[in-house]
């Protein structure tokens, strides 16, 4: 039964209202228009030929609800644990990239997400600090990333999450594919991408303050997307709740603290 509810539930709308519009008008043909007088001598047949679009346009609703959205819907299930993972990984490496920043700048960020002056001002920090990322890649001779191939790397990973998302592009909605779209082709990627060809020691990041605003933001979009459509699979409330109230009034100064005390974040 639930399958079923839900199959005639995530159909398209514009065929939901189609369909109960229908509904309505063969119901009010049947018993009220053709009880009533003729207006004129092909009135009866007219109502006759109504009825029958009427009753095709619900039959195939019906049809479409059983044979088509029962079987989408379970492979939207089937999917859901991979999207979930993509969606985390994508949001998890912009808090990486920060993470390391704070690491080595001593900066203290009072508001999450950040406003545009704390993202100057850290990404400003990085120019004047001459030490590297605490990250070593490699095996078996490590060695030290740098600014540069930290953002690289985080850049990568991101793209790669995406391009493993669009495999499913046809279970997904426009709004998704949108902002998955806009995240791919964003300024911030664009100008990461540029930067190689001044080698991987470049730390002029404050260049990127505006775009990775606006890179940000995207990432706020996305998680709220995921948790609206029911895309991400969070088990534990409080991890929920959290990342509901990041995305939507965020945390100020003393709800940050707060959270440190108490080793949240």
């Given at each position: 039964m639930k399958t079923l509810f839900l199959a005639f539930r995530n159909c398209p709308t514009f065929l939901t209202l189609t369909s109960l519009a229908s509904v309505i008008l063969f119901l009010c043909n049947v018993f009220w228009w053709m009880n009533l007088d003729s207006i004129f001598e092909a009135a009866p047949k007219i109502g006759e030929i109504s009825n029958i679009i009427f009753s095709s346009i619900i039959t195939g609703y019906i049809f479409y609800a059983i044979v088509n959205q029962i079987k989408e819907n379970k492979d939207r299930e089937n999917i859901k644990s991979i999207v979930s993972k993509s969606i985390e990984e994508i949001y998890s490496q912009n808090e990486r990239l920060f993470n390391e920043?704070?690491?080595?700048?001593?900066?203290?960020?009072?508001?999450?997400?950040?406003?545009?002056?704390?993202?100057k001002t850290i990404l400003k920090d990085i120019e004047t600090i001459q030490s590297p990322p605490q990250l070593v890649y490699g095996y078996p001779n490590p060695i030290n990333w740098t600014w540069c191939q930290l953002a690289q790397s985080s850049r990568q990973i991101v793209k790669s999450e995406i391009n493993d998302i669009l495999r499913f592009s046809s279970l997904?909605?426009?709004?998704?594919?949108?902002l998955l779209n806009k995240m791919e082709r964003s300024s911030y990627f664009e100008m990461i991408d540029q930067t190689s060809i001044f080698g991987n020691n470049f730390k002029q990041f404050s260049l990127f303050a505006d775009s990775y605003l606006k890179h940000q933001n995207l990432n706020i979009?996305?998680?709220?997307?995921?948790l609206r459509e029911n895309w991400l699979i969070i088990s534990d409330k409080q991890i929920k709740s959290?990342?509901?109230?990041?995305?939507?009034?965020?945390?100020?100064?003393?709800?940050?603290?707060?959270?440190?005390?108490?080793?949240?974040?």
């Open positions: 920043y704070f690491k080595v700048s001593n900066y203290i960020h009072k508001k999450a997400p950040l406003e545009l002056e704390e993202i997904l909605d426009t709004e998704f594919l949108g979009e996305l998680i709220k997307y995921g959290m990342l509901e109230k990041m995305v939507t009034t965020g945390f100020n100064e003393a709800e940050l603290n707060e959270m440190k005390r108490n080793n949240k974040v």
